[in-house]
């Protein structure tokens, strides 16, 4: 969608009182894209600082470029060298052709734009595209390479390895980091910080009944760790508490742009830094008390917020359908998909695995792993 309006922008909206000569030098630059992580090269800007309409096409282009990044890429997202968006591009410039809208001059400025595309993409097939559009492909990419300097890449893998790990320090620095990031969002046109909770609208919700959930047993630990839950519901969806049968799971359904993710952010913002509080809260109250004991055994529980999307399920059980399914902290479905994002080496995984065994310990439940241990150890006898 986003190339689409890009497209649009340059075939359709814009008339012709834009100097061709950028907009063909901007076409070109966008087609020889060599990723989805660097941003629209800065250098391009300096060019046509002297044009008012290219330096407000430029900075158009560049929020674009921006949204495109972070739309494009993500922790589990494959490798890319930018021809997914050339070939989107290139698409979208043939399309318009046949559209009745544009005119001669805005048909020929998507021509030129559709033909530098295809010598990109024949480019990368090695077929032979001569030597003058080898020579502006290989200057172009000159330029996107001078700007990989500034980088600026989405991608959060190989952060938080497990260099050492201890539970007490490592919880609340996670969460601190976690409760920072999901406070704050970013305009996806004036790119701008704004924060989830001081920046958004009030909606009203009502209970649909549409669900027959399974029933679930609850430890004592979990149901304590929910219990902390509703401060932060009664701040954000006080609706809830209000329900009969609502003992802290619930399923958000509206339409695009009511407000699904950023209730999320909201939540996973405030139980973050509620955790932290109350840790260093917990923290200096022992310090303080002489009856501390340092041969205490530390409870491994809290909260660790996930954002899972069901595609990224669906898709780990599409590719491998003898994913177990029985909660195990170790081996099942939700450890393999952390597993995935965070990489087993690392302080979330370790976290998640945590915690979920200090919900599962007091309710006698024995993982597989334990079951395997404890088999091993009646052979040796």
Known sequence: DLTKFLAACLFMYLQDNADEDHIHRFGKLLMTSPDVTTSLPTAMGDEVAGDPNSSFIFDLLTRLRHCICVFETGDDAPSNDGLPFALAFFSWATRMLSYSEPNLHQKRRAMYFAMAGAQRLLWNAGVDIGSTACSWIE????????????????????????????????????????????????????????????????????????????????????????????????????????????????????????????????????????????????????????????????SKSGLVPLRIPLVDLSRLLESDPDTPLEADPLNDLLMEWVKRKYDQDSVPYQLISDVRNGSLEPLGVETRQSRKLRKSRHSQY
């Open 139 to 298: 200057q172009n990419h000159e330029i996107w390479e001078g700007q990989k300097g500034r980088r600026m890449s989405t991608s959060a893998v190989g952060e938080g390895k497990l260099a050492s790990y201890d539970f007490s320090i490592d919880l609340p620095k996670y969460l601190s980091q976690l409760g920072s990031s999901e406070a704050w969002s970013t305009d996806f046109l004036t790119r701008e910080r704004v924060n989830v909770t001081d920046h958004s609208t009030a909606i009203s919700v009502k209970f649909a009944a549409r669900t027959n959930p399974r029933f679930l047993q609850l430890s004592s630990t979990t149901k304590a760790l929910l219990a902390q839950m509703k401060e932060v519901y009664r701040v954000f969806a006080p609706e809830l508490l209000e329900m009969e049968h609502f003992f802290g799971r619930v399923l958000v359904l509206g339409d695009a742009g009511s407000g699904k993710s950023i209730l999320t952010k909201q939540l996973f913002s405030e139980i973050a830094q509620r955790q932290v509080k109350q840790i260093y809260e917990e923290d200096m109250v022992k310090r303080k008390s002489s009856a501390r004991s340092s041969s205490a055994r530390a």
